[in-house]
């Protein structure tokens, strides 16, 4: 998957994940991550995480944005 990819299926949750302000993209050597950050710098209890691990297809799901999506 690409990182381009990644973008897009994030995207498309929609709700807080299609915003442009509070969706922080991240990449590494083997993860994808999308932080929703609504009070960045600062933590928030709305923080939310989305990862993949690219080399082998894993996802990760952290907070309560990610309790109500499709998870693979």
């Known amino acids: 998957m690409t990182f381009e990819k990644f973008q897009n299926i994030i995207r498309a ?33 709305e923080d939310s995480a989305i990862t993949i691990c690219h080399v082998n297809g894993m996802w990760y799901y952290k907070g309560p944005h990610t309790e109500n999506i499709r998870q693979y």
Not at 20 to 31: K, M, P
């Open 13 to 45: 949750y929609g709700g807080v994940w299609a915003r442009e302000a509070d969706i922080y993209f991240s990449q590494t050597q083997a993860f994808y991550t999308a932080r929703y950050a609504p009070k960045y710098p600062e933590d928030s209890p």
